[in-house]
């Protein structure tokens, strides 16, 4: 599951029905006076938008909120406060349209800034193909099972115990990978070999990489054009009909 933003249409409004219809305390769009008949009947079937929506965007998966709020926080939160207040940490909230202003000039914020940031990249060394990432100092968990989990962090990729003392058992800035019989992967690297009961990294892409390496580079700002024209759209539609953006 990811997050989504939704812009209710102002339909109710132009049918002079704003007070029986309009926001419940949650800041769900809902009929509000189930015992006003025109109301009532203008709920069931007056909107010709589906689901009284105006304007849905998909922002990703939950993961990719993370790297946006470790994103904001490089570039400092000083000059993102109100993205700060309203960045969803759950599928519910909203952003006031009063603030709304003040979000899209904090999204320029963002986009001039964030290319200014760093980034660490597991990366398909025949490809070049960026396959795990996380902002700055933070690390990112690629995968486990009951006995290990991998990841990447600042110094590269890493396979630890999880049992009751953890240990990292491998650990590399460059590596090989290869299956072995009985579900084992050897993992051969600048810092020695380990074979594991693990899964080969990145089994999920069209071609499993052979050769991988961990970099530090500066992100892409065209990597965030996605967020930040959905999150513009969304902001553009709240301003049109005066309701706030909902996070769903």
Known sequence: ???????????????????????????????????????????????????????????????????????????????????????????????????????????????????????????????????????????????????LQAGIDQDGFFVRSTRLIPRTVFRATRFTQRELRGGRVEFAGDQGTARLRLFLVGHVMPVTPSRLAVVTRNQSADGWSHWIGSMRRLCAAALATGNPVKWT
Request: glycine fraction near 12%; hydrophobic fraction near 40%; proline fraction near 4%.
């Open 1 to 147: 599951m990811g997050l989504g933003g939704i812009v209710n249409c102002r339909c109710w409004k132009d049918a002079g029905l704003d007070g029986p219809i309009g926001f419940d305390e949650d800041g769900w769009f809902d009929l509000l006076d189930s015992t006003d008949p025109v109301a009532y009947r203008w709920y069931e079937a007056g909107c010709e938008h589906r689901d009284f929506s105006l304007a849905h965007e998909d922002l990703g998966s939950w993961g990719g909120q993370s790297a946006v709020r470790q994103t904001c926080t490089e570039i400092g939160w000083d000059l993102l406060p109100t993205l700060r207040a309203v960045l969803p940490t759950t599928n519910d909230g909203w952003i006031p349209v009063a603030d709304v202003p003040a979000v899209l000039a904090e999204l320029d914020v963002f986009e001039s800034r964030a290319g200014m940031v760093t980034e660490t990249v597991l990366v398909d060394e025949e490809t070049g193909q960026g396959i795990y990432s996380c902002v700055a100092a933070n690390l990112s968990i690629i995968g486990w099972n009951r006995a």
